[in-house]
């Protein structure tokens, strides 16, 4: 296993490699660089706006419920397309990797997320926004930090890069 390290958010992550392979196509290998640090920086989005929501929910439940769409917009557009894109291309290099337990809670994660967006999505009018709102926010901040703690660590930096060139298609 990779040693982890400490980001600001507290969270682990695979260490950084110091810039040694400079005989790599600096290019390709920039633009995988740029890849592995965008599916972390949206990994630690999901997890600040969820802590966002949570505060904010406690603090104010129409503040909370004036930031239901965009929330549902958020889950259902960028949060959704991260969460495929483990389940189709990360998530069976894990399993490959003997994390088969691991990647079966994050799936079942996924699935609980799914559910409060929809539960969100349905609330009626009058109904408690403001607990829908805490609800998907805690499971996706469970999640997030399940994923940092468990998953995400077991490669390293150079692993993430072979990783990103085997599940992004070609050409970029």
């Known amino acids: 296993m990779a040693e982890p390290t400490c980001s600001a958010a507290g969270s682990r992550r695979a ?3 110091p810039p040694r392979d400079l005989d790599y196509d600096g290019p390709h290998l920039m ?3 740029r890849m592995v640090s965008e599916l972390f920086q949206e990994e630690e989005l999901a997890r600040d706006t969820a802590k966002k929501l949570i505060e904010l929910a406690q603090r104010s439940t129409d503040e909370a419920s004036a930031e239901r769409a965009s929330l549902l917009a958020f889950l259902r557009g960028p949060m959704e ?3 495929r894109y483990e389940e189709t291309a990360i998530f069976p290099h894990f399993q490959a990797r003997g994390l088969a337990e691991e990647v079966q809670v994050a799936l079942k994660q996924h699935a609980a997320v799914r559910e409060a967006t929809d539960a969100l999505a349905g609330v009626a009018q ?4 403001a607990q829908a709102i805490v609800d998907v926010a805690r499971l996706l901040l469970h999640h997030t930090n399940f994923e940092g703690d468990y998953i995400y660590p077991e490669l390293t930096h150079d692993e993430w890069r072979e990783l990103m060139k085997e599940t992004v298609p070609q050409g970029i």
């Open 15 to 17: 260490p950084l490699d």
């Open 31 to 33: 633009e995988l660089d």
């Open 81 to 83: 397309r991260h969460m």
């Open 126 to 129: 009058g109904g408690d926004v």
